[in-house]
Each structure stands twice: as structure tokens, then as C-alpha cells.
């Protein structure tokens, strides 16, 4: 059985921490290095439910995605829900790890998992390589097995995902030829220019904000857009991840076991069209 030090070290070796952003906070939350670590809990954010079905299944280490503390505290008073979190974690000596925007870019990390989850084949390559290797970097572009319309595409990504209250939206004409497709998981505003350089027919990823897909769609020559929730398009790098651990540790004779939670923690659970609402 290795401790959360073993377990950590994987991790890093996978998810370098020196390749996330400046403004991230990756890396262990809370933990003691020396504790034996058998049961390992992955899952996007790192909120109460995860902390309960954690507590539930007797793991030993949370894997999330997102930062607990992205911008900082000075206190961790149970007073808040980060603070009653961290003293349900510690009170039942359960360990919080993030790896955020260091498993974005990792090769393979995030969007390789999303990719595949919607159906992407071949050989996946960054959106925007990372300057020290063109492996690594934000996003993937990669192609269906064979030309689609926008129509079917979208019908495939939306098997592909996890289902949650929001859907797809989509942006463009649905009989529209898909050969090539970027997608990004998480927030992909910033990378709307990209992927109209890139030439794809398609751009997938999350929170897409109304003044920037309005402008971009408004431009002729780019490709159609899809917008899915958050908590899908990161959600499928969670199994990757969690398979990426178990075999580096087993190669090294210690084993663990690990769960994907399948808990929809997307802050968005339902939706009202105006004649609900009368």
C-alpha cells in the first residue's frame, strides 16, 4: 500500500505542477505525506456531496479537478463551505488533491479525454501547443471517423458526455460538413481565435459567453460552435486519470483502489422553458 507521499509523486510525474498557470493553486490541500493511501476518489469539483460519497466508500484521497482555494484564504474556520469541507476531510483523514490546469495541458490531459469522449479518432494534436513542446498545450484538434453533418456530430458529442441539465447548445447551419473538430474542456472563450486559425468545422467547449460567440459568429469562415456545461467537458478526463495513476503505482508494486464519481456537480440542475413557468 504506498503513502499519500507515493501517490503525490505519481501524480506530479504525471500532472507536473510546474505546468500550470501562475494564478492556479495545484497540488495537495490537505494530507498527511505518511499516511497509507488504498482507496483513491476522483472527481471534478471539491464540494460537500464529493467529500460525503468519499466519506461513504472509505477513500483515503480525493482527486479533483478544480482548486478548493483557487485565489487564496486565511482562514479555514468552519464557517464557510471550503472551511467545513476542510474539517469533514482532516476529521476523517481524507487527503485533497488538485490537478487543474496542469492536467489542461498534459499529454495527454483534459481535451484528449474530451475528444475521445465525443468520438474524435487519430492522432490528437493542440489547439495552442505549449511553448516547450508541441505535445502538451490547450485543446485538441482531431477528426470523426468519417465526415459528419453539424447535426449528427452534435447527437454524438451529446452520447459521448455525461448528461446534465443544460445540454448542448449549438451555433451554425445543422447540415453543415464536420471534418475536423477542436475541442476544449472547461471555459474556451479565449481560445475562440484559435480555433477559427486552426480551420476546424467545429469547436466544442464550455461557457461560452454571449458577446464573444455573438462577434465570432458573425464573422464568415469560422467554424460552428457547441457549448456544453463546465462539469461535462472536464468530467471524462477523471476515468483517464484515475487509470494513469493505478497502472504508474502498480509499476512501482503498489496498488490501490480507484472510483470515479459519477455525481453531477454542475451548478446548473434544471431548466424551465417560459410556459413551465405560468
Known amino acids: 500500500m ?3 507521499a507515493d501517490v503525490v509523486d505519481e501524480l506530479e510525474s504525471t500532472y507536473d505542477p510546474r505546468w500550470a498557470e501562475s494564478w492556479d493553486a495545484v497540488g495537495l490541500v490537505c494530507g498527511d505525506p505518511a499516511a497509507p493511501v ?14 460525503e460519497e ?4 472509505g477513500a483515503d484521497l480525493i482527486v479533483t479537478h478544480h482548486p478548493l482555494y483557487l ?4 482562514s479555514v474556520a468552519a464557517t464557510t463551505f ?5 474539517h469533514t476531510l482532516i476529521r476523517n483523514d481524507i487527503a485533497l488533491f488538485a490537478a487543474h490546469t496542469n492536467a489542461d495541458v498534459a499529454d495527454p490531459g483534459v481535451s484528449d479525454a474530451l475528444a475521445r469522449a465525443v468520438g474524435l479518432t487519430g492522432p490528437l494534436t493542440p489547439l495552442v501547443p505549449a511553448a516547450d513542446d508541441p505535445r502538451r498545450g490547450l485543446g485538441r484538434i482531431g477528426s470523426p471517423p468519417a465526415p459528419v453533418t453539424l447535426r449528427e456530430f452534435a447527437r454524438q458529442a451529446a452520447r459521448g458526455l455525461p448528461a446534465t441539465a443544460g445540454g448542448l447548445r449549438i451555433s451554425g447551419d445543422p447540415d453543415r460538413e464536420v471534418r475536423r473538430v477542436a475541442v476544449s474542456g472547461g471555459a474556451g472563450d479565449s481560445l475562440l481565435g484559435a480555433a477559427r486559425a486552426a480551420g476546424v468545422d467545429v469547436f466544442l467547449t464550455a461557457d461560452l459567453r454571449h458577446h464573444p460567440a455573438s462577434e465570432f459568429t458573425e464573422e464568415p469562415g469560422g467554424p460552428a460552435l457547441i457549448d456544453a456545461a463546465h462539469w461535462a467537458t472536464e468530467w471524462p478526463w477523471l476515468a483517464d486519470a484515475a487509470r494513469r495513476l493505478a497502472s504508474g503505482l502498480a509499476a512501482k508494486g503498489n496498488t490501490v483502489e480507484t472510483r470515479v464519481s459519477e455525481t453531477v456537480t454542475d451548478a446548473w440542475t434544471t431548466t424551465a422553458e417560459c410556459e413551465d413557468l405560468k
Do not use: E, M
Open 2 to 4: 504506498p503513502t499519500l
Open 82 to 86: 471550503k472551511g467545513r469541507l476542510v
Open 38 to 51: 488504498r482507496r483513491i476518489l476522483f472527481a471534478v469539483d471539491p464540494v460537500p456531496v464529493v467529500a
Open 71 to 74: 485565489r487564496g484564504t486565511t
Open 54 to 57: 468519499a466519506l461513504a466508500w
